[in-house]
């Protein structure tokens, strides 16, 4: 079975430019998360999707950050414009679905952003 | 609110050699806890995880946790350390809605 994929996996920007990612799900995963970890930080989730709408977007800043995941499957997070705290690896996970008991989350390699 | 303490940031141990990671949680209902490891340049791998039941649940990788409600604490354990097992282990509590809230993580230096 094939896992989350991510990419890019590495991405370098200047401040004030735009940066997108994109993850695609393991097949037939319902829930999609985006994290963000900070170094020296563990992972903070940033939106998360049930199928193509967003259950949870509480910790997104949406002035500047936005998702999408428009056919339920693979999904998109932009940033834009992009500030020197926003370096980050940003993490995509997926599982079955978001109810209890729980569900196990599987993680992409991540995507390390770098903003100069 | 859901948080997770890890009291150490750093920890050294010599292979072959027992290894335990502390992880401290605060939540209000009956906690479902996990234990993920990162490798550099690597996701994060489910090592194990506390629904209900019995206190001391196994993982992958030898490596178990116990859960003790009166300290609300789900620390990591492993009897003997390998070089392999050198990466960052981060504990996380889940509640409503499947989410996810992580520790800061300990990086594990083992040492030959």
């Known amino acids: 079975e094939a896992g989350v994929a991510q990419s890019p996996r590495y991405k370098i920007i200047e401040k004030r430019q735009s940066v997108a990612f994109w993850c695609n799900p393991i097949?037939?995963?319902?829930?999609l998360y985006w994290y963000q970890q900070i170094l020296g930080q563990g992972p903070k989730l940033l939106i998360q999707?049930?199928?193509?709408?967003?259950?949870?977007d509480s910790q997104l800043p949406k002035d500047r950050f936005s998702a999408e995941r428009l056919k339920g499957v693979d999904s998109t997070l932009k940033i834009q414009p992009a500030k020197l705290e926003d370096s980050a690896v940003y993490l995509c996970a997926s599982s079955l679905v978001r109810h209890p008991p729980y569900n196990e989350q599987f993680f992409g390699p991540g995507t390390r952003l770098t903003v100069l | 609110a859901q948080s997770v303490t890890q009291p150490d940031i750093h920890i050294t141990v010599s292979e072959g050699a027992s290894l335990e990671l502390r992880c401290n949680y605060s939540?209000?209902?009956?906690?479902?806890l996990f234990w993920y490891v990162q490798s550099p340049g690597q996701g994060l791998q489910l090592l194990l995880k506390y629904f209900s039941g019995d206190t001391l649940v196994q993982g992958i990788k030898g490596f178990e946790a116990e859960f003790k409600r009166s300290q609300s604490s789900f620390n990591l354990r492993k009897p003997s350390v390998h070089w392999s097992d050198a990466a960052e282990y981060f504990c996380a509590v889940g509640g409503y809605g499947n989410k996810l809230v992580f520790g800061a993580g300990t990086i594990l230096r083992v040492k030959s």
């Open positions: 939540y209000g209902a009956t906690p479902y």
């Open positions: 097949s037939g995963h319902a829930t």
């Open positions: 999707f049930q199928n193509n709408g967003v259950v949870d």
